[in-house]
């Protein structure tokens, strides 16, 4: 039933490591982002992609990974965590038709905690 | 660069009473959208309406109104007979028609209903 879902919910994990968060839509969009919310509750576009074509990439590290198998599906691959990517990570989707895009919906989140 | 702002970081508001939310914007392109969602303590992020520049009337939604001044830049949302359900975090949202659909988003205004 759920439209957007990701996982995990909950990620904690030590400096240096790797690790991915997936996220899935049922709702049949074409297009997917990634956000992330910080501490203070800021919620900034990370990545977007359009049928698996990355449309958008805003200033972030190379660390961090976009992966689209499919138009369903939108993971983020972290490499070498760092204490500052703790935060909230949110995937959502919309549709694009007609040169309009619709509004976004997102998933539950997933509170990535980096010791 | 678009820009959104909320002065409001904290509103309380009494059962049953009308709240309106502010939001100013700032862009120089003639074709946007102006969204608002809801941040429960849950976490997740539910979006409540949506503004088209060109839309010649005030979008509606159930309790929920938006009060379009495009001369004044601003896209406030009112909140009629306010629930307890209704505390929550909310964000203003502006996406630019030619901007690949990100969303900028405002830092939010916390709003307590109370009894």
């Known amino acids: 039933d759920t439209a957007v879902s990701q996982t995990p919910k909950y990620l904690v994990t030590q400096m240096g490591n790797d690790k991915s968060i997936k996220c899935e839509q049922n709702?049949?969009?074409?297009?997917m982002y990634w956000y992330k919310q910080d501490s203070k509750k800021f919620l900034k576009i990370m990545f977007s992609?359009?049928?698996?074509?990355?449309?958008i990439n805003e200033t972030v590290p190379n660390r961090f990974s976009p992966k689209s198998p499919d138009k369903a599906h939108l993971n983020l691959h972290i490499n070498s965590l760092e204490l500052g990517d703790s935060a909230v990570y949110f995937c959502?989707?919309?549709?694009?038709?007609?040169?309009?895009?619709?509004?976004?919906?997102f998933g539950p989140g997933t509170r990535l905690t980096v010791t | 660069a678009q820009k959104i702002t909320q002065t409001q970081p904290g509103m309380f508001v009494q059962e049953k009473e009308a709240v309106t939310l502010d939001c100013t914007y700032d862009?120089?392109?003639?074709?946007?959208?102006l969204f608002w969602y809801k941040q429960p303590s849950s976490g997740e992020m539910i979006f409540l309406i949506y503004?088209?520049?060109?839309?010649?009337q005030n979008a509606t939604e159930g309790r929920y109104s938006l009060n379009f001044q495009k001369a004044r830049k601003s896209a406030n949302l009112v909140i009629s007979a306010s629930q307890l359900g209704d505390s929550a975090m909310y964000f203003c949202?502006?996406?630019?028609?030619?901007?690949?659909?990100?969303?900028?988003f405002g830092t939010g205004t916390q709003l307590k209903v109370e009894l």
């Open positions: 992609y359009n049928n698996k074509e990355l449309i």
């Open positions: 959502a989707s919309s549709q694009r038709l007609a040169g309009y895009n619709y509004e976004q919906y």
């Open positions: 503004q088209g520049s060109y839309d010649q």
């Open positions: 862009t120089s392109d003639p074709s946007y959208g």
């Open positions: 949202a502006m996406r630019l028609t030619g901007g690949g659909n990100k969303l900028t």
């Open positions: 709702l049949g969009h074409d297009t």
